[in-house]
C-alpha cells in the first residue's frame, strides 16, 4: 500500500514538473512581443473573460469545504473533487487567457504580472492535489494548508490584476476617499497644458491599452516620456507637426478603418480634443507650456450649483392670492420647488412700485430671480431685496435706481447676476458690486458706469 | 327618386317644384327633427353611453384638463403639466430660420483641400448610395466646385469663416458652430417641416408651439409665440413659407405662431375702426365671451377657449404690439450696431431688432424666417446678397443681446432645413456654380443660454458630404433646445391619436451633451 502510494506520488511529481515547465516556458517560447498572431487566437480568447470566474469560484470553495468539513465530514470529502475540478478549469482557462494576450499583441506589466500569477496559481493548485492526501493520512500535515493558503493569494492578485487590464489600474481606487485615493496616483500633477488637458484626454481614452497595464505596439501614453519615446511603429508625435504625428494620424481616420483609434468601439475623441492636440504638437508638444496659441477654454468658470431652496408649497394659497391682488407672478423655476420662485412683474411694470415689491417679503427666501426692468421701484427697494437671501439674478434695468443703496446688497451671497443697463447708475454707486467676488454678470449697458469700449460685460 | 325637402340636410338647395323658397322657411325645415334623424341620433346615444362606460370618466371629460369656466383663458387645456422639468439655462430662444437651405462649404464648413479638385469626379466611395434630387439626379456627373470665397481665421477659437460672413466671424467665440447637423428630407418642404415640427408631413406642433404648450406665457400682453417674415428679395430663389409651419397641429390653436407681417400694419385691424373706442370694444369682447362660454359649457370643444383666449389676447395687443414696434426711442447705439437696415420695415434686419424688443418684454420664442437660401444655380451672384442681409443683422442680434445682459437666459438658433452639394449643379466654371440640397451635413450654430461657447461641434469629411464624427440628427438637435429651456424632450408629451405625441416624434431622440454648458 505505502510502496503504491509512493509510485503514485512520484508519477504525479512528474506529471506536475512537466506541466511546470511547460507553463514556465510558454511565456519564452511565445513571446507577447506586441505583436497580434491571428484572428481566431483572439476569438477563442475572448472566452477567456467569460470562463474564468468559474474556478475562481471553485477554488475558494476548497477553503470553505475544508473548514466545514471539521463538523460534517462529508463536506471534506468533496473538497478533493472541488480541488481537482478547479484545476481542470483553470488550464484551460489560462490557456484561453494566453491566446487572447498573445492574439491581440497585449504587453505590459499588467499583462505579465497576471500571466505569471496565472502560472503560480495553476503550479500551486497542482501541489495542493499532491499534497493533500498526505494531510488526510496525516503524514504530512502542514504543508496542504501552506500550499493552499499561497494559492489563494495567487488568486487574489492575479485576479486584481486582470482586472485592471479590463478596467484600468485606477478602477478601484478611481471613487476612493481622499487618503487611500493617494495610492492610484496616475495624475499629472502642475497645471501645464499636457497636464491639465493632454493628459486626461489620453488618460481616458487612450491608457487602458496604451499604458502600464497593457502597453500595445509597444506604445504607453501614461507618461509623457513614454508618449515621446513612441512605439514599435517609432515615434507618434512629431514636436510642431501635428500631420506627420501618429498621434494625430491614428485618432482622425474614420472610424471603419482598421488603423482607427481608440480601437475596439471604444469611445473615439471628441473633435475639440483633437484639436487641442493638434494644437499642443504645433506649439512644440512640451510637458510644461502653460498654454497654447489657438486654443481658448471659453470660461471654465465652473458655475457652482444652485443652493436649494425651502419648500415653498405650502405658501401656495397665499401666493396665489398676491398674485391675483398684484398681477405680479411668482413663478416656479422647475418643477423641483427646491429651484425656487421668479419673480415676474412685466404685465404690470409701471405699477408695480417699492410698496408692492415689499409685500413679496414674506416669500423672500423662496425667491431665486427678481424680474424687476421697467418697473417703478426705487432705490429705497434695496431694504427689500437684500431680504432676498437666495436671490441668484436681478433685473433691474431701465428702473429709477441710481444705485445710492446698492451696497446693501452686498450680504447677498448667491447674487450671480445683476442688470443696470439704462439706469442712472455712476461708476462710483456700482463699487459695491464689483467687489462682490461671486457676482459673474454685471451689465451696465447705456449707464455712466458702462467700461469704456463695447463691452458691456464686466466680469470682477 | 327626388327626395323629399325636409329629409334633406341644410347644406344643400331645398327646391320644390322650382320655386323661390324664403330663407326663413329653409332654416324652419332644416331645424325640425324629423323622426328618421330622432331615430339615427338615439342610436348614436346608445353607442357613446356605451364607448362612455368603456372608458369611465375619461372619455366624458375629454382631454380638456381644467377647461372649467374659472380657470384662467390664458391657458385652457394647459393644466399643470410640472414644466419646466429642471432649472432651464434659458427662458426664451430665438430661432433665425435661413429657409432653402445655406450652403455650408461656402460659409462655415472650410474644406481647404477641395480647391485642389476642382473640376474632378466625386468619388462614388463618398457619394455611396445617397438619393439625390431630381434636379442632379440626371447629371452624367458630378464635379466638385470648390469655394469661390476665401476662409480665413478668427477668434481665440482660431475658426475658419468665410470671407462671406465678416460679422459673424466677430463672435465666433461665442457661437456653438455645429457641423454635423443632418436631416432625413432632400425636398424643401418635407425637410422644412421636419426641422420645426419634428415630422415631415404636416399636422404636427412646432418647436414654437410646444414651447408655448409647455412653458407658457412670460408676457400677458403678447403672444408666447411670434413669427416674423422676412420681405423677400425677387432676385433669390425663394421658396414658400407658410404657416403650416408654425402651427399648433393638434396642440390648443391658442399656441399657434402669431405671426407679425412685415409691412404696414403689424396686425391687421389691430387698431378700432373709427367711432369704436377701448370702451365699447371691451364690451362687446365681454358679450362674445359669454356667448363663447355657453357654447364651451354646452358642447365642450376646447377650441372655444382657444378663441375666448385669443380674442382677449387682441385686444391686449392693441396696446402692446404698437409699443413693441415703435421704434422711435431706440437709441443711436442701436442703429449703429445693426446698420442702415433696420429702418426698413420687414427686412431682416428690422426683424432682429424686432426680436431683440421681444425679448426684452418676455415673449417665449421669436422666429424670423429669412427665404432665398436655395441657390441651384449662380451661387457667386445670389450668395453675397443674402450674406448682406443677413450676416449683421445676426451679429447685431447676439451682441444686443450680449451687452443687455440677455444672451444669458436667451437661446439663439440660426438653421436651415438643409445644407448643399459640393458637387456643382449644372454647369461648373471658374466664375460660378450651383449647389443642389443635401440632407447628409449641414451647418448651424446656436448662442446663449444653455449652450457651450468657442466650441465647434461634429465633423464632415473632405467633401462636406457625411458626417465623420459627432452627427446631431434634426431630432437631437431640436431635444438640444428643448433641453436648454428646461424641457426633457420626452417627457413634453400630448395624447393624440393614441400616441403620446412629442416634437422628436416616436422614434429616440437624444440631447447632445457636448453642445451643453
Not at chain 2, 96 to 104: A, H, N, T, V
Not at chain 2, 265 to 278: C, Q, S
Not at chain 2, 289 to 306: C, F, K, L, S, W
Amino acid at each position: 500500500m505505502g510502496a503504491k502510494r509512493a509510485r503514485v506520488r512520484r508519477s504525479a511529481w512528474v506529471w506536475i514538473g512537466c506541466a511546470s515547465v511547460v507553463l514556465a516556458a510558454l511565456p519564452f517560447l511565445f513571446r507577447l512581443d506586441g505583436n497580434a498572431h491571428g484572428d481566431w487566437l483572439q476569438f477563442l480568447g475572448r472566452f477567456h473573460p467569460t470562463l474564468l470566474h468559474l474556478p475562481i469560484g471553485l477554488i475558494v470553495l476548497v477553503p470553505v469545504l475544508e473548514v466545514a468539513g471539521a463538523r460534517r465530514p462529508a463536506l471534506r470529502e468533496a473538497a478533493d473533487f472541488v480541488l481537482r475540478a478547479s484545476l481542470a478549469l483553470a488550464l484551460p482557462t489560462f490557456a484561453l487567457g494566453y491566446m487572447l494576450a498573445y492574439g491581440a499583441g497585449d504587453t505590459g506589466t499588467t499583462v505579465s504580472r497576471h500571466m505569471w500569477g496565472a502560472v503560480v496559481l495553476c503550479i500551486g493548485l497542482m501541489l495542493c492535489i499532491v499534497m493533500r492526501p498526505l494531510r488526510v493520512s496525516r503524514e504530512q500535515t502542514t504543508a496542504y494548508p501552506a500550499l493552499l493558503s499561497a494559492s489563494l493569494l495567487a488568486l487574489i492578485w492575479t485576479g486584481h490584476q486582470g482586472g485592471s487590464i479590463t478596467h484600468g489600474s485606477d478602477y478601484l481606487t478611481h471613487y476612493a476617499p481622499g487618503p487611500l485615493h493617494m495610492l492610484s496616483g496616475s495624475k499629472e500633477a502642475g497645471d501645464s497644458f499636457y497636464a491639465q488637458h493632454i493628459h486626461p484626454v489620453l488618460d481616458a481614452k487612450c491608457v487602458s491599452c496604451h499604458g502600464s497595464g497593457s502597453a500595445k505596439a509597444d506604445l504607453r501614453l501614461d507618461s509623457y516620456d513614454d508618449m515621446m519615446r513612441g512605439g514599435k511603429d517609432g515615434a507618434v508625435v512629431v514636436a510642431g507637426k501635428p500631420e506627420a504625428s501618429l498621434l494625430v494620424a491614428r485618432v482622425t481616420l474614420q472610424p471603419g478603418d482598421p488603423h482607427f483609434m481608440p480601437a475596439e468601439g471604444r469611445t473615439p475623441l471628441t473633435s475639440e480634443e483633437i484639436s487641442w492636440i493638434r494644437a499642443w504638437i504645433r506649439a512644440g508638444a512640451t510637458k510644461s507650456a502653460t498654454s497654447v496659441p489657438g486654443v481658448k477654454f471659453a470660461r471654465e468658470e465652473a458655475e457652482p450649483p444652485p443652493q436649494p431652496v425651502g419648500d415653498y408649497s405650502s405658501l401656495m394659497p397665499e401666493i396665489q392670492q398676491m398674485q391675483h391682488a398684484l398681477g405680479a407672478k411668482l413663478v416656479p423655476m422647475s418643477a423641483k420647488a427646491s429651484d425656487g420662485l421668479i419673480l415676474r412683474t412685466v404685465d404690470v411694470s409701471s405699477s408695480f412700485g417699492d410698496a408692492q415689491l415689499a409685500q413679496f417679503q414674506k416669500f423672500a427666501p423662496y425667491i431665486v430671480e427678481a424680474e424687476l426692468a421697467r418697473t417703478a421701484i426705487t432705490d429705497a427697494s434695496c431694504d427689500t431685496l437684500k431680504t432676498f437671501k437666495n436671490l441668484r439674478a436681478l433685473h433691474l434695468e431701465g428702473t429709477a435706481i441710481s444705485g445710492s443703496n446698492l451696497g446693501k446688497l452686498s450680504s447677498l451671497s448667491q447674487l450671480r447676476y445683476v442688470n443696470l443697463s439704462g439706469t442712472k447708475v455712476t461708476a462710483q454707486s456700482v463699487e459695491p458690486l464689483k467687489k462682490m467676488s461671486q457676482l459673474r454678470h454685471l451689465y451696465l449697458f447705456n449707464t455712466a458706469a458702462e467700461p469704456e469700449g463695447t463691452a458691456a460685460r464686466s466680469t470682477p | 327618386m327626388k327626395q323629399h325637402p325636409l329629409c334633406t340636410d341644410c347644406e344643400r338647395e331645398v327646391d320644390v317644384n322650382g320655386l323661390p323658397i324664403p330663407v326663413g322657411l329653409k332654416r324652419e325645415w332644416s331645424a325640425v327633427e324629423t323622426r328618421r334623424q330622432f331615430l339615427g341620433r338615439s342610436g348614436k346615444v346608445l353607442g357613446w353611453a356605451a364607448l362612455a362606460s368603456l372608458f369611465g370618466d375619461a372619455a366624458l371629460r375629454g382631454r380638456a384638463i381644467g377647461a372649467d369656466t374659472k380657470s384662467p383663458v390664458t391657458s385652457p387645456g394647459r393644466g399643470n403639466l410640472g414644466l419646466p422639468h429642471f432649472a432651464p439655462k434659458a427662458k426664451r430662444a430665438i430661432y433665425l430660420f435661413m429657409s432653402g437651405g445655406p450652403p455650408q462649404v461656402d460659409l462655415l464648413d472650410y474644406k481647404p483641400n477641395l480647391a485642389s479638385q476642382y473640376n474632378k469626379d466625386m468619388p462614388d466611395s463618398v457619394r455611396g448610395n445617397q438619393q439625390l434630387t431630381g434636379m442632379t439626379a440626371g447629371q452624367s456627373r458630378f464635379p466638385i466646385a470648390p469655394s469661390h470665397w476665401a476662409f480665413k481665421q478668427y477668434g481665440q477659437t482660431g475658426t475658419w469663416v468665410s470671407d462671406l460672413l465678416p460679422y459673424t466671424a466677430k463672435m465666433v467665440d461665442d457661437l456653438t458652430i455645429i457641423k454635423s447637423t443632418n436631416t432625413d428630407a432632400i425636398n424643401h418642404e418635407p425637410a422644412i417641416m421636419f426641422m420645426n415640427t419634428g415630422n415631415m408631413n404636416p399636422g404636427k406642433p412646432c418647436l414654437g408651439s410646444w414651447l408655448a404648450y409647455g412653458l407658457g406665457s412670460m408676457n400677458d400682453n403678447l403672444p408666447t409665440f411670434i413669427v416674423l417674415q422676412t420681405k423677400t428679395n425677387p432676385k433669390e430663389n425663394n421658396q414658400p413659407v407658410s404657416s403650416r409651419l408654425w402651427s399648433s397641429g393638434f396642440l390648443s390653436s391658442e399656441y399657434a405662431g402669431v405671426g407679425l407681417r412685415s409691412g404696414g400694419d403689424p396686425v391687421l385691424y389691430l387698431a378700432d375702426p373709427d367711432g369704436i373706442d377701448r370702451e365699447v370694444r371691451r364690451r362687446m369682447l365681454d358679450a362674445v365671451e359669454e356667448i363663447n362660454r355657453q357654447t364651451q359649457a354646452e358642447v365642450g370643444d376646447p377650441e372655444t377657449n382657444a378663441r375666448i383666449a385669443q380674442y382677449e389676447m387682441a385686444f391686449r395687443m392693441q396696446a402692446s404690439v404698437p409699443e413693441l414696434t415703435d421704434l422711435s426711442k431706440e437709441p443711436q447705439s442701436t442703429w449703429d450696431l445693426y446698420g442702415p437696415d433696420a429702418k426698413q420695415p420687414g427686412s431682416f434686419t428690422y426683424n432682429c431688432l424686432l426680436a431683440r424688443r421681444m425679448a426684452e418684454r418676455g415673449v417665449r420664442f421669436t422666429q424670423i424666417y429669412k427665404r432665398g437660401w436655395d441657390v441651384h444655380g449662380d451661387v457667386v451672384g445670389t450668395l453675397p446678397t443674402l450674406c448682406a442681409e443677413t450676416d449683421r443683422a445676426s451679429y447685431a442680434l447676439v451682441t444686443d443681446l450680449k451687452r443687455r445682459g440677455l444672451l444669458d437666459d436667451t437661446l439663439v438658433v440660426w438653421a436651415g432645413e438643409f445644407g448643399r452639394t459640393v458637387y456643382s449643379q449644372g454647369g461648373l466654371s471658374p466664375e460660378n456654380y450651383g449647389r443642389d440640397h443635401h440632407p447628409r451635413c449641414f451647418t448651424t450654430w446656436m448662442v446663449g443660454g444653455g449652450v457651450k461657447p468657442g466650441i465647434t461641434y461634429g465633423e464632415t469629411d473632405d467633401y462636406s458630404y457625411n458626417v465623420v464624427k459627432d452627427p446631431v440628427h434634426a431630432r437631437n438637435f431640436n431635444a438640444t433646445i428643448l433641453a436648454c429651456l428646461g424641457i426633457d424632450h420626452n417627457r413634453l408629451t400630448y395624447d393624440f391619436q393614441g400616441l403620446d405625441q412629442r416634437l422628436t416624434g416616436p422614434q429616440p431622440a437624444t440631447v447632445i451633451n457636448g453642445l451643453l454648458a
